[in-house]
């Protein structure tokens, strides 16, 4: 059965320091929970302990992580997995999510969310890390597809196929991210509605959107640095129809805009979160 938590419905919020003051003082109705990656937290003090605390004073907070990497080839660091543990029991989180994603080789961080191959040994490799990180985590696990710019090889299966077979073999749940399979339909060719039935909708946990950068001819980049676009919008709603209430995150990470058109932003996915669903947060 899908994990639930009564305090997670309707639309979220990335915590992020340069938005942190305005979260906790001028939240508008819309804004039910927030999100927050413990790399930005875990053996950090001073202002992040103290903006940690603020946030969950008002609000509910779910993890999402940064740098796990479980398509990787390196040992688990099971120091971080230790400290990732007594976070999420910290803030009580209902569930942790990190990426479908390569990032580290020999020891060392590439410090970017690189795709990995859609192969059939891959998503064994894959699933069976995932496995193990699940394992170290007091709570379910979700992983979220990525945006990705070139296909690393020969792909033996297309993304949806890859993503049930990693889900299917690990156990893990899905983070719907509902931007990136825009940018990526945009950027490969394919239709985003028919990948997203093609995918295991009951076992979205959770949704993000973001905004992207158009480049030049087109070319799409996921920056989560402007404004959700109208196609991403729609596209949420057409998810939301097919997965049922999930909660759905706001990512804004960079080039924050005034906080009242962060807001309208808010105010309009809580609208399309209202109508795509049925119910009322």
């Known amino acids: 059965m899908r994990p639930t938590d009564p305090r997670f419905t309707g ?51 779910v993890t999402h992580g940064l740098t796990m990497c479980p398509g990787s080839t390196d040992p688990l660091d099971r120091a971080y997995l230790t400290d990732l543990a007594a976070f999420v029991r910290a803030v009580e989180a209902p569930w942790h999510s990190d990426h479908l994603c390569f990032g580290h080789r020999d020891g060392v961080f590439l410090h970017d969310l690189l795709p990995i191959p859609f ?16 394992a170290a985590l007091p709570v379910p696990f979700a992983l979220e597809n990525l945006s990705w710019y070139a296909h690393p ?9 890859f993503i049930r077979a990693v889900l299917d073999a690990s156990g893990a749940w899905l983070m719907l991210d509902v931007n990136n399979v825009y ?25 993000h959107v973001a ?3 158009v480049a030049e001819h087109g070319f799409r980049i996921d920056t989560h640095g402007e404004p959700v676009c109208d196609d991403v919008y729609d596209l949420l709603h057409y998810a939301l129809r097919r997965t049922g209430p999930v909660p759905v995150l706001l990512e804004r990470d960079h080039n924050p805009p005034p906080w009242e058109a962060l807001v309208d932003e808010l105010d309009r996915l809580d609208a399309i979160w209202r109508d795509a669903t049925g119910v009322t947060p």
Not at 128 to 134: H, L, T
Not at 183 to 207: S, T, Y
């Open 119 to 134: 192969t059939r040994d891959a998503a064994a490799h894959t699933a069976a890390r995932v496995r193990e990180a699940m």
């Open 183 to 207: 940018v990526n339909a945009r950027n490969h060719g394919f239709d985003a509605r028919e990948f997203i039935d093609a995918l295991p909708l009951d076992r979205v946990v959770q949704m």
């Open 211 to 213: 905004g992207h950068l």
């Open 153 to 161: 090889g020969e792909a033996e299966l297309d993304e949806a196929a």
């Open 11 to 61: 639309i979220g919020l990335g915590l992020r320091a340069p938005l942190a003051e305005a979260i906790v003082h001028r939240a508008p109705p819309s804004l039910r929970w927030l999100e927050v990656s413990p790399e930005n937290h875990v053996n950090r003090g001073g202002s992040f302990v103290r903006m940690l605390h603020e946030a969950r004073a008002k609000f509910p907070l």
